[in-house]
């Protein structure tokens, strides 16, 4: 089974996911859009040698296990639990760089317990697979919402933060002037003070040089009369 994606939305899909039971692959979901464009048509085989180490090997259930495929880093997640007698093992591969474990994590959670209420119904195990189909695309959908909420918040957060800052440096540059108009305040102060008291001074230099003045003009009359009508 496989489906496309647009572009806008490609980068943050699973680019495929398996689910087995008993080491038998019973649906696979595929992202034929991913695979071609970046030619990992090699995954089939990769996925089927690591769901034998998983199911015989490894002692986890459930772990990520890294990929490096044409130029890509890729990870390998997977999840293992019995269902009764039965070993379920699901495994999906994602971008590393793209995508991040809580979409996988979440797809792989869901699917099991979707599979466990399914057989718990009596009802046959090929009729998961539309559920299987449909719990992986909607998650991606759910997945591809939240980052678009989540970038449109981050630039709400940019736009915002950007005008506190205009508005900080718009508040730095009003007290910057406030200052300097303080400071001229404070100069045209000391400035009308120091005119006062140049004022004062002068008008007491001007007091004291009219009365010197009235006084050797009054002592010279004082003489000539003297010298005139003394003899």
Known sequence: MSHTESSDSIANSLIITTFSVNATTLYTLENTAIINKFHLQDLHDIISNQTGIINN???SNIGTIPIFLNDQNLTLYYL?????????????????????????????DELFKGYKAHMAEGTD???????????????????QNSKDLDDE??????????????????NERINLLVNKTTQLNNMSTRF???????????????????ALF??????????????????
């Open 214 to 231: 009235i006084f050797i003009a009054t002592v010279v009359v004082i003489a000539v009369s003297l010298q005139l009508f003394g003899h």
């Open 153 to 170: 918040l981050d630039q709400i957060k940019s736009l915002l933060n950007n005008n506190i800052e205009q508005v900080l440096e718009r």
């Open 125 to 143: 195990k090929v009729e998961f697979k539309i559920k299987f189909n449909h719990i992986i695309k909607t998650n991606e959908i759910n997945y």
């Open 80 to 108: 293992k639990q019995y269902l009764d007698s039965d070993l379920v093992t699901i495994i999906t591969v994602f971008d590393t760089n793209k995508v991040s474990l809580i979409l996988p994590i979440t797809v792989l």
């Open 192 to 210: 009308n003070v120091n005119s006062k008291k140049i004022k004062r001074s002068m008008w007491w230099d001007n007091i004291k040089f009219w």
């Open 57 to 59: 090997i490894t002692s």
